[in-house]
């Protein structure tokens, strides 16, 4: 294997830093490519296997693939290392990524077909790509990325700014190689304390943790300020749902994780491809955190030695290998005999503390013929005044529930599908309680459902075992003193008391905010008329979870989930610059005209 460095020219003169990885012989050959904002020389932390815990370097990666006949192509985004050009994040992508194969398919040692790859920004730009369907490209194999919409996920979530972005941008911005040349901007980012920047909002532009690197913070402020979901949201790179009707015809790959920002993202892609016939799109979704597909215990759960991608498919570069050798050699391996869409549905355990201290609630794999699941059933469950999540709807003329929001003091992130956020907080599942250590958690250190402004909903100890496999919906009767707020609903396991567990332990499936301005029409946001109850919709993100006889179904509902998300002043201003807050009363209607209620995609016994 011989490696070519290149700099490719784009459609606008900027040059792209592009290596070439060639196997033996004369050619020519099909062709993988990645695209990346994270060095092409530098190590992917997610080449690594459940045998091999270390990363696997690039070339080693592309040594692999190379020793199977293969062309590997890794590629600088533009404006990041070394390639031309200024960095804004995401939306150069689809026409680079374009110009990129139109380049590789004029090459002599091309045979005309790629295959793409890469787990993250590099899934994000597989889709930019993907949209504009260039010439060559033969097959995906997205991981944990490719926004289908990313006012929906991944940037904004129903309206609130997912604090990743902010995150990502301070400490992309510290580790550029620009910043690594410059001494005195490195030791500019090297004294900020960016958990204490999370402590004042909102930046403003030359005011932020990120204004010594003035491109990161000018894209990242006007993420941050773009609220309503105008052309802004349906840009290419942004927003793969306005393109699935024309998007490459090929064979794809859909992967992310119950804890990662992507689920609805694999799963709108799977379905937006699927039925517009564009092309063999397949999903994967296990129970691991942003890209840790290798990897059995998260949070404070361990999901036994089954949780791993290389369980089933031998290994993550051996599964991308046999996919590319069907897609791109026609080799007849029973690639096209899979089954579309593989779950791992979460459960079953023991429940038991293990050595390191971990829950095991277990699971195993599941594979199907499409989704969400044949055989669903969307079962709803009323949200009642007495605490009870039932199938019955509540009594007519029941009392509602009404609690006070204040920005000061948000209710706290415990877990979740969050990557990207360290050193602030970390992703995963965990027990629902408050501990020393984590951001934005106060002594006492009590249980979330102890807090007056999280409303708690649960059903008795199940009577038999209950399968949920799908998206989740809560529809809640809302009603606020004010012109805006947030409503959040989370999903949760709740084991009981055990030895282990004496308090038992509420473990966190998945969870979604609305932004109340939006709740009508995302693209022209509408102040709440404060006193008047109106129907809304929280999207919880998707799940896979056998809750266990004994244990119960809950639902939180609550107005704040900070620092996942942005704080909401409660005042309208203008997203991102509101300079005052404001406490807010909120009401939940819980009677029989006004029946606020969960809806969970319920999977019969055998099916």
Known sequence: MRRDEFMVSCRDGVRLATDVYLPEGAGPFP???????????????????????????????????????YAVIYQDCRGRWGSEGSFEKYL???????????????????????GTMGLSYAAHAQASLGCLDPPGL???VLDSGGFS????????????????????????????????????????FAAEDLRAWFTRFPWKP???????????????????????????????????????????????????SWYDPYPRTATENYCGLRDAGRGRPSLILGPWTHGNRSQTAFGEVEFGPAATVDAWAGDWLRFRRRYFDRWLKDERNGVEDDPPVRVFVMGGGSGRKNAEG??????????????????????????????????????????????????????????GAITSMEPVIAGGPYDQRERPGMFGHRAPYLPLASRPDVLVFQTEPLAEDVTVIGPVAAHLWVATDGPDADVTAKLIDVHPASADYPQGFAM???????????RADPADPKPMVP??????????FPTANLFRAGHRIRLDIAASEFPHYDINPQTGEPEGEGLRTRVAVNTLCLDAERPSQVVLPLLPAGA
Not at 31 to 60: D, K, Q
Not at 156 to 176: I, P, V
Not at 223 to 252: E, I, M, N, T
Not at 508 to 518: A, H, M, P, T
Request: proline residues 7%.
């Open 31 to 69: 062709v993988i490519l990645e695209r990346t904002p994270y060095g092409r020389r530098e190590t992917s932390r997610a080449e690594r296997t459940a045998a091999e815990p270390e990363p696997a370097t690039r070339e080693a990666v592309a040594a692999f693939f190379a020793e199977a006949g």
């Open 149 to 188: 919409d990313a006012w929906q996920g991944g940037i904004r979530r129903g309206g609130a700014f997912e604090l990743k972005q902010a995150s990502w941008a301070f400490n992309q911005a510290r580790l550029a190689p620009e910043t690594q040349a410059d001494p005195v901007r490195a030791a500019a």
């Open 206 to 256: 030359g005011h932020s943790p990120v204004r010594h690197a003035p491109d990161y913070e000018a894209y990242l402020l006007e993420q941050w300020r773009q609220g309503a979901f105008g052309d802004y949201w349906k840009k290419l790179g942004l927003y793969a749902k306005g393109w699935h009707d024309r998007y490459a015809a090929v064979p794809s790959v859909h992967m992310s």
């Open 138 to 140: 033969a097959a995906q």
């Open 531 to 540: 006193g008047r109850v109106e129907r809304v919709t929280v999207a919880l």
């Open 508 to 518: 966190n499936l998945c969870e979604g905010i609305l932004r109340l301005r939006y």
């Open 358 to 415: 971990r829950l095991e609630h277990g699971g195993q794999w599941r594979s199907a013929a499409d989704w969400p699941l044949p055989g669903t059933r969307f079962t709803p469950f009323h949200l009642h005044r007495d605490g009870g999540l039932r199938a019955a709807k509540p009594a007519s003329g029941a009392t509602p529930l009404s609690w006070r929001s204040d920005p000061a003091d948000p209710v706290p992130t415990v877990g």
């Open 92 to 114: 150069a992508d689809g026409e680079d990524g374009y110009d990129c194969c139109a380049w590789i398919v004029a090459q002599p040692w091309c045979n005309g077909r790629i």
